[in-house]
Every structure is written in structure tokens, then in C-alpha cells.
């Protein structure tokens, strides 16, 4: 949604004749939905926390662009709200989704692990009390948590 917002916005005449930072506002745009897409499929969930790091970069560095482009008065300033939001919006879920790696590294014990490595959706982690709690096998989001779905391994 982000990257779609901000090539609508980029056709404006007003940016369209300021081809740098159009440009620059679709190639961070695409750099953020690139990050995350080559984060989950890298070799470990350190790499994706990495990878999810560049990701709130890029997403910050379109919300930069768009402080330039209200400046410059060629948005107005409910164009610029609703894209500043929009990533905002993108640096908060990759934040948390971080948190979630590193709490769930910390329960497994270690970070190198494959993102997508477990043929199970849910897996067992250990509690401080010593009991068992089922988890999401990519994310480590509590199985609790997740609306919708089951705590019963798949088929």
C-alpha cells in the first residue's frame, strides 16, 4: 500500500516535473518492500532483522522526502498526512516484528535459525515458570495472540 501511494503521488504534476525526488521517493518506496521480502527469505532470523532494520530506513527516508515535497508545496498537507502515515505505519509493524524475532531468539535460545525453516506452523517455548507455551514457527508470536488461528499443529 505504501509503495502504491507513493507512486500515485510521484504522478502529481507538481513532483512529476521534480524528477529527483519523485525518483528518490520511489526508490525508497520499492527499498522498503524489497527489505522485508528479502529479510524473510534469508538465511537466518538475524539476517531478517537485519533486512527489517533497512526496511524502517527507507520507510523514514520516504517520510523525509514528503517534508521536502510539503516544503516545496507540491502536495498539499492531507496528501502528505495520509503517506506520512501510511509509513509510519510500515516502520511500527517492521518494529514490532523485530521485537517479535528477538523475544522469540531469546526463548529458542539463539538467532540463527531459518526464518522459514520449520515444516510446523507452531512450536514449543519454554516459560519462565518452566511450562510450554505454543508459538508461531516463523514469527515466535504467541499462538494466543494470533486471532484466527489454531493452536493444533497442521496436517
Given at each position: 500500500?505504501?509503495?502504491?501511494?507513493?507512486?500515485?503521488?510521484?504522478?502529481?504534476?507538481?513532483?512529476?516535473?521534480?524528477?529527483?525526488?519523485?525518483?528518490?521517493?520511489?526508490?525508497a518506496s520499492v527499498s522498503t518492500?524489497n527489505n522485508i521480502a528479502e529479510?524473510?527469505?534469508?538465511?537466518?532470523?538475524?539476517?531478517?532483522?537485519?533486512?527489517?532494520?533497512?526496511?524502517?530506513?527507507?520507510?523514514?527516508?520516504?517520510?523525509?522526502?514528503?517534508?521536502?515535497?510539503?516544503?516545496e508545496k507540491c502536495i498539499d498537507?492531507?496528501?502528505?498526512?495520509?503517506?506520512?502515515?501510511?509509513?509510519?505505519?510500515?516502520?511500527?509493524?517492521?518494529?514490532?516484528?523485530?521485537?517479535?524475532?528477538?523475544?522469540?531468539?531469546?526463548?529458542?535460545?539463539?538467532?540463527?535459525?531459518?526464518?522459514?525453516?520449520?515444516?510446523?506452523?507452531?512450536?514449543?517455548?519454554?516459560?519462565?515458570?518452566?511450562?510450554?507455551?505454543?508459538?508461531?514457527?516463523?514469527?515466535?508470536?504467541?499462538?494466543?495472540?494470533?486471532?484466527?488461528?489454531?493452536?493444533?499443529?497442521?496436517?
Open positions: 500500500m505504501l509503495t502504491g501511494q507513493v507512486y500515485r503521488l510521484v504522478r502529481l504534476p507538481a513532483l512529476r516535473n521534480d524528477h529527483g525526488l519523485a525518483d528518490q521517493m520511489r526508490r518492500m529479510g524473510f527469505d534469508s538465511s537466518s532470523r538475524n539476517e531478517f532483522k537485519r533486512f527489517l532494520r533497512y526496511a524502517i530506513r527507507s520507510a523514514s527516508e520516504i517520510q523525509s522526502c514528503l517534508y521536502v515535497a510539503l516544503d498537507r492531507a496528501t502528505f498526512q495520509s503517506v506520512y502515515d501510511q509509513a509510519q505505519k510500515v516502520r511500527q509493524l517492521c518494529s514490532g516484528l523485530v521485537r517479535r524475532l528477538t523475544a522469540y531468539s531469546k526463548a529458542v535460545g539463539g538467532g540463527e535459525g531459518r526464518v522459514n525453516e520449520s515444516p510446523m506452523y507452531y512450536t514449543q517455548l519454554k516459560t519462565p515458570d518452566g511450562g510450554a507455551r505454543r508459538a508461531h514457527g516463523r514469527t515466535g508470536i504467541l499462538a494466543h495472540e494470533l486471532p484466527g488461528f489454531s493452536t493444533e499443529p497442521r496436517a
